[in-house]
Structure formats: structure tokens, C-alpha cells
């Protein structure tokens, strides 16, 4: 698994949704002061094919860094986030996740076809993203890659993160959570994250005009609630 580090003081890991990697971090990172920046590069769906295999990959990342960690997830992400912070409660500070899996059935409503990358990447930018500006070549060229290279994967996890809940994994997390959510998700809506955060005590940020994946978005708001959340 390939890491990025960059500079500072408090330890984070970006970890990346199902089929977007390191890069949709790079201009919420520099943002972010005091911290030394690990950046999972990969997509979940270059890890593995199950939840349980990328959290064990993510955990073992955890555990060679060696130092208490703050765990920053969007989307699958941020439901394997929790998933490591169960499972190694001592070594992870708080976890934030934003437009996490497990609240609810994840909205898709397009028809997968592992012989048209290209037209799959470019449903699901336009999904992801409200500001349609950001649905730059580069977005579609690099999640049509990872359709290509990883159909399979892609499928069994969209099943997996469907069928599994956040509330089991947080009954177990031991350490604060903190959520930041995009006013306009239209794959993890925020009206259904409302009710979990309210029974575990998480507290609940939100952009406006912004979808699924607010530190490619809109990165100058997410970068300061989070260093709001690492200076607290």
C-alpha cells in the first residue's frame, strides 16, 4: 500500500473513498497546520474487496507509523475509519468522517457496466460533485481507472457498504467521532446521518453547495473545521 507524508507536529491519515485516491486530499492537506499528513494513495477498491480486508491493510499501516493518530475518512472511508479505531482503540485520537458509508442505503441509481468505464466515471462525478466545474478530465480519467482495474471489487464493496451499519461499528469506537457533510450529498444524504450523530454524541458539521467529497469541493471549509477539530 503506497503512503504519502507530508510535514508537521500531529499525526492524520486521509483515507479515500471506494474508487478515489490520494489526490482528492491535495488541496485540503496543505491546509491543514500542525499535523504530519499521511495520505493513503490508493483507492479502498485497489486494497481490497472486502471492508474487512482494507481495514486490516489500513491497520497495519497504523501500527508501522506508531504514534497516536487522528483517522480522517470520506465516504467507504470513513466507515473503515471506524472499523480501525475499534480495532486499535489505543493508538487512534478521534476519527472524522464525511459523507461516511453504513448511514443508510448509499443513493446511486446508475446502471453498472464494467465495458464502459469511461461513462460509469463520468455518472458518478456528476453525482459526487454539486459544483459540475469540478468534473474536471482528470476526475473521470482517474475513476474511470479504477473501474477498469477494479470492477469486481467495486461491486462487492458498494454491497458491503450498503449492508452494513454505522451505529454497530460506533458502539465500539472508543475515541471521539466527529462528522463534516456536504448540504447536497446525494449519496449518503445528510437528513439520514442526523439521528446516528445525535445518539452517539458526534458532532455534526455541514458545507453548503457542496456533495459527496467536500475536501476536493470545497477544501478551504473542510480544512478549517478540521484543524478546529485537531486544535479543540
Not at 494513495?41 to 482494507?54: K, R, T
Not at 489500513?58 to 480501525?84: A, Q
Not at 493508538?91 to 468505464?117: M, N
Request: proline residues 4%; glycine residues 8%.
Amino acid at each position: 500500500m503506497k503512503i504519502l507524508t507530508f510535514n508537521s507536529s500531529n499525526d492524520v491519515l486521509f483515507v479515500s473513498g471506494m474508487f478515489a485516491g490520494g489526490w482528492m486530499w491535495m488541496n485540503t492537506c496543505p491546509q491543514i497546520a500542525n499535523a504530519v499528513h499521511h495520505v493513503i494513495d490508493e483507492p479502498l477498491c485497489y486494497i481490497g474487496g472486502s471492508v474487512e480486508d482494507i481495514t486490516d491493510e489500513i491497520v497495519r499501516e497504523v501500527k508501522r507509523i506508531g504514534r497516536p493518530l487522528t483517522l480522517v475518512g470520506n465516504s467507504l472511508g470513513g466507515l473503515v475509519c471506524l472499523h480501525v479505531a475499534r480495532l486499535v482503540p489505543d493508538q487512534i485520537k478521534q476519527v472524522v468522517i464525511s459523507g461516511s458509508a453504513g448511514f443508510g442505503e448509499a443513493r446511486i441509481g446508475i446502471t453498472l457496466d464494467r465495458y464502459d468505464p469511461d461513462n460509469m466515471a463520468e455518472q458518478f462525478a456528476n453525482l459526487i460533485l454539486f459544483d459540475r466545474s469540478k468534473v474536471t478530465s482528470e476526475v473521470k480519467s482517474k475513476t474511470a481507472e479504477s473501474f477498469n482495474s477494479n470492477f469486481r471489487n467495486i461491486v462487492r464493496l458498494m454491497r458491503e457498504g450498503n449492508r452494513l451499519k454505522a451505529e454497530d461499528v460506533l458502539s465500539s469506537v472508543l475515541c471521539p467521532v466527529h462528522a463534516i457533510w456536504g448540504r447536497n450529498d446525494l449519496i449518503t444524504p445528510y437528513a439520514e446521518t442526523e439521528g446516528v450523530c445525535e445518539q452517539f454524541n458526534i458532532s455534526l458539521d455541514f458545507i453548503d453547495d457542496c456533495g459527496h467529497s467536500p475536501m476536493y469541493e470545497k477544501p478551504d471549509e473542510f480544512a478549517k473545521i478540521v484543524n478546529g477539530i485537531l486544535l479543540a
